[in-house]
C-alpha cells in the first residue's frame, strides 16, 4: 500500500482521519475513560485499569497524546497524564459538525 498524500487534503480532512485513527483502538478509548472519570492527573494507575502492559500503554497515551487529545507532566520520575480540555473541545467540536452532515437529502442509491 502506498503512502497516503495528506496534502491533496484539507487540514480538517488530516485532522478528522487521525482522531477517528486514534479513537478506533479500545484500549485508546479506556485509557480516555479512565482520564475523564479521574478528573486529575495519572501517572501509574494506567495500565492497572485497562489490563495491558505498562510498555503498550505507553505507546497508547503516545499516540493520544500526538494527536492532542491528552497531555501529560513530568512529576518525579513519572509522567503524569490528563485530558488536554482545550484540543478536546475542539475535537469535538471538529466531530460533531463532520457527523452532523445532513444526509437526508441523498438519493438511495444501494
Keep these: 500500500m502506498g503512502?497516503?498524500?495528506?496534502?491533496i487534503?484539507?487540514?480538517t480532512q488530516n485532522e478528522i482521519s487521525i482522531l477517528f485513527k486514534v479513537l478506533g483502538n479500545p484500549a485508546r478509548v479506556a485509557i480516555l475513560e479512565y482520564l475523564m472519570n479521574v478528573d486529575s492527573c495519572i501517572?501509574?494507575?494506567i495500565t492497572q485499569e485497562?489490563?495491558?502492559a505498562q510498555p503498550t500503554v505507553s505507546q497508547h497515551l503516545k499516540e493520544l497524546r500526538n494527536a492532542?487529545?491528552?497531555k501529560g507532566s513530568i512529576n518525579g520520575n513519572?509522567?503524569?497524564y490528563c485530558i488536554d480540555?482545550?484540543?478536546w473541545k475542539r475535537a469535538r467540536k471538529m466531530i460533531n459538525s463532520f457527523m452532523k452532515k445532513d444526509i437526508i437529502g441523498?438519493?438511495?442509491c444501494c
Design 43 to 45: 501517572c501509574g494507575d
Design 50 to 52: 485497562v489490563g495491558l
Design 68 to 70: 492532542g487529545l491528552i
Design 3 to 7: 503512502i497516503t498524500k495528506t496534502e
Design 106 to 108: 441523498l438519493k438511495n
Design 9 to 11: 487534503f484539507s487540514n
Design 85 to 87: 480540555k482545550m484540543h
Design 78 to 80: 513519572s509522567i503524569c
